[in-house]
């Protein structure tokens, strides 16, 4: 699936396709395959058996096809599904057929790591849209996993969020030929349309040990299968029933015992209570809020050395902020957000690892009202954390989508960030660089930062052309010109050929406080574009799935016509149906220094002149063994010239598995430069090592060692989950931190945490 980076156009023609497997003559189910469902006559019993009469009873989804490594063939073996519902319940049985070979799973762990693990799953539109929906899969072992789907399941990994969380039942059995699954999933666990008697459905199942992908409703290779595009139709009897009174409250008690070692202080303990709260406007309208939120049992950001002169963007996980979050973020591209819910609540260190910033109430209003609109509503305050340089902030956001065409949208939004209680500034408390702004020669406080506009975006029903049209304006006390970002991409995939380009512009007086514009941090404003064109051949081999190569470009011009960035690049890369995988790219880099910059490391006083030309090439090669193994392994490689002098790097991941209990894995990322006599030589390792412990499916024991030298950090993060009920944990999170260059001061912390949550229906 493409990531697409910033904007250029550019134009290449690939070497001539490989005829693929020619189609055999057998049934494929088409996009629009009808599926009734009736409701239950007598109770279910979750035993991995189906001896109940609404399950012999029920239509069954079967036939189902090949997406990779072919498309033209059944799979080896058959899967079937059903479904059934109550007024409390929806239900789904899986079979799936297969030999008595050990099935392939990385744990216990809930949440899995979809391609390697053997699976199968529900992936639904309950809203009938095309757009968004829900899926639930499970393993052969009973593990669960529960999701959110955006843009239609069309945009690869980026359309599905498994940090979701939610209250569900299963139970899964093995026998000799076959496993069957169960899934009782309440009505109250997620929204739909209690009016519609059709919804998009379609059944996924991932045989990892015969690296297999197949579904319910046939799936050119080049889509993804759990798409809405390629999805049957759920036919109710009758509606479904609605949900009634739908409240949940999740509170939570937290115990934490910390210390701060640099300075030789005594243990302090404190004790924390807040909670969540989930209400059910309507079947398809959600309420959340929250009250002193605590966030400490997410799990720890993975580290990276960023020898760019950008901000790395890490991912949203906090439950609070992930239901129907694509609605809040659809607007503008991946590196011209206006909103980025990590802004809230969170700052980053030297390091980039996250900070807590308290939050002290929250609510968030979003879902479907009729049948083509969607609206989100969020308003949180945080609390002032005058050792961070933050006063008291409010943040706010409100955006309406329409649905137009048959999978297209249009939406209005506002974004709101108000700094609250800045009279203490005076006396030096808050030197946050976004509270401050120069006019002449005076310092005045930025009260507020606002950003209006509006996005289309466009995608057709035959899921080959997509896009992204957008005009947004900032508005403050400051700028009333220039204060703009607009854009354009569109995008093209069928079979062999994928071309993909666009533009992009975002004036210098622009401010997003609350979203996410990394370029801004080192451009007074630019225009830049993307340009890729790519061709995919399916050979007849018994060792190669899929080759695919391409050709890319990206641009950025700063005001005055001055070109700062230019990186031309061509890349090649094989699948093979052992799982494995190989990719190899070669780039020409062009860079204009628009500040003064380091690679080496923040303590550097010697730096690269702003104006500076630089030009380089660079090489990149990845390799990822057969992940079906016990022994799986990634390595990259990477290499050439890095501005004034050279640079080498090396990374790889080394896991061992002792399934289905969990595996033991050790990161490396080293980075050798050679900067020239100026500015000197430096050698950057990061070391993570992980152990991943399941004793059970609701014990769940993870470890996390990071050893970063470019920042001179050591964190180590230890989490015991023991989920007692569904969705009702109790968590032990240890976490020591010894970082040189945090955003303050030298420090050396370690803690221990103790939180209970438990999710409560009324």
Same mark, same amino acid.
């Given at each position: ?579 494995? %995988? ?5 780039? *020409?880099?062009?860079? #204009? $220094?628009?500040?003064? !910059?380091? =690679?080496? /490391? ?105 050893? %970063? ?5 050591? *964190?180590?993060?230890? #989490? $015991?989950?023991?989920? !007692?009920? =569904?969705? /009702? ?34």
């Amino acid at each position: 699936m493409i990531r697409i980076p910033s904007y250029t156009l550019s134009f290449f023609l690939f070497w001539g396709m490989l005829p693929v497997i020619s189609t055999a003559q057998v049934v494929k189910n088409k996009p629009g395959t009808g599926l009734g469902i009736v409701k239950a006559s007598g109770s279910i019993q979750l035993d991995g058996k189906l001896e109940e009469p609404d399950w012999t009873n029920a239509a069954v989804a079967t036939n189902f096809f090949l997406n990779y490594p072919v498309d033209s063939l059944p799979p080896t073996y058959q899967s079937e599904a059903r479904m059934t519902f109550d007024e409390h319940f929806l239900y789904v049985s899986f079979v799936c057929y297969d030999d008595s070979k050990p099935d392939i799973v990385q744990s216990l762990r809930r949440d899995i790591d979809w391609d390697r693990n053997d699976n199968i799953g529900i992936y639904f539109d309950p809203f009938n849209d095309y757009t968004n929906g829900f899926y639930f899969t499970i393993t052969p072992f009973g593990v669960q996993s529960e999701g959110i789907i955006s843009a239609g399941g069309q945009d690869g990994d980026g359309s599905f969020n498994n940090s979701w969380d939610n209250k569900w039942y299963s139970h899964a059995t093995r026998y000799h030929d076959r496993w069957i699954a169960e899934l009782a999933i309440p009505l109250k666990s997620f929204r739909y349309s209690h009016t519609s008697k059709e919804w998009n459905v379609t059944f996924l199942r991932n045989d990892v040990k015969r690296n297999q992908v197949s579904s319910w409703i046939a799936t050119p290779i080049q889509f993804i299968p759990a798409s809405f595009a390629y999805s049957g139709k759920l036919h109710w009897e009758t509606s479904a029933p609605h949900a009634g009174a739908n409240i949940s409250v999740i509170p939570y008690v937290a115990s934490v015992a910390s210390q701060n070692i640099q300075e030789n202080k005594p243990v302090s303990t404190s004790m924390t209570i807040g909670g969540d709260a989930k209400v059910a406007l309507s079947p398809s309208l959600n309420l959340d809020l929250t009250i002193n939120p605590d966030f400490s049992n997410v799990e720890v950001d993975q580290q990276v050395i960023n020898l760019t002169r950008f901000e790395f963007q890490f991912p949203e996980r906090r439950q609070f902020f992930l239901e129907n979050s694509d609605l809040f973020a659809t607007p503008g591209y991946p590196d011209t957000r206006p909103f980025f819910s990590r802004r809230i609540g969170l700052v980053t260190d030297s390091t980039g690892s996250a900070k807590q910033v308290p939050i002290l109430y929250g609510a968030r209003i979003s879902g479907k009202i009729g049948k083509n609109w969607r609206v989100g509503l969020l308003n949180m305050r945080t609390e002032e954390k005058a050792s961070l340089g933050l006063p008291d902030q409010m943040y706010s956001m409100a955006i309406v989508q329409r649905q137009i065409f048959s999978r297209s949208n249009i939406d209005f939004f506002i974004v709101n960030k108000q700094s609250l209680g800045l009279g203490s500034f005076q006396s030096g408390r808050f030197y946050q660089k976004d509270l401050i702004r120069k006019v002449g020669n005076d310092t005045v406080l930025n009260l507020y930062n606002r950003v209006i506009g509006t996005d289309f975006n466009l995608v057709t029903k035959s899921n080959k052309w997509f896009g992204d049209f957008y005009y947004h304006q900032s508005i403050d006390d400051f700028h009333s010109s220039k204060n703009y970002s607009a854009g354009a991409f569109l995008g093209y995939r069928d079979r062999h050929l994928g071309v993909f380009f666009g533009n992009n512009t975002v004036g210098k007086n622009f401010v997003a406080e609350t979203g996410y514009l990394p370029k801004m941090d080192v451009y007074p404003g630019y225009w830049s574009g993307f340009g890729r064109v790519e061709g995919t051949a399916y050979p007849k081999s018994k060792k190669i799935a899929t080759m695919t190569s391409g050709i890319e470009s990206n641009y950025t011009f700063i005001p005055d016509s001055i070109r700062t960035d230019l990186n031309l690049s061509v890349d090649f890369a094989i699948n093979f149906l052992n799982t494995s %995988n190989i990719s190899l790219s070669l780039s *020409n880099i062009y860079q #204009r $220094l628009t500040e003064n !910059f380091s =690679p080496l /490391s923040p303590k550097v006083e010697t730096k690269l002149l702003m104006g500076d030309p630089f030009h380089w090439n660079e090489f990149q090669i990845e390799y990822n063994s057969n992940t079906r193994k016990v022994f799986t392994y990634n390595l990259q490689a990477s290499g050439g010239q890095f501005y004034s002098g050279k640079r080498q790097s090396y990374s790889g991941t080394l896991s061992y598995r002792y399934q289905p209990y969990g595996s033991l894995s050790v990161t490396a990322d080293y980075n050798s430069l050679q900067m020239g006599e100026n500015f000197g030589d430096a050698e950057f390792l990061l070391i993570r090592p992980r152990l991943d412990f399941t004793l059970s499916t609701k014990l769940f024991l993870t470890t996390v060692l990071q050893a %970063n030298s470019r920042y001179e950090s050591l *964190n180590l993060n230890t #989490r $015991l989950q023991w989920r !007692f009920r =569904p969705a /009702s944990d109790l968590f032990i999170v240890y976490s020591y931190v010894d970082s040189k260059l945090p955003v303050t001061s030298k420090s050396s912390d370690q803690a221990l945490v103790i939180k209970f949550t438990y999710w409560l229906n009324l």
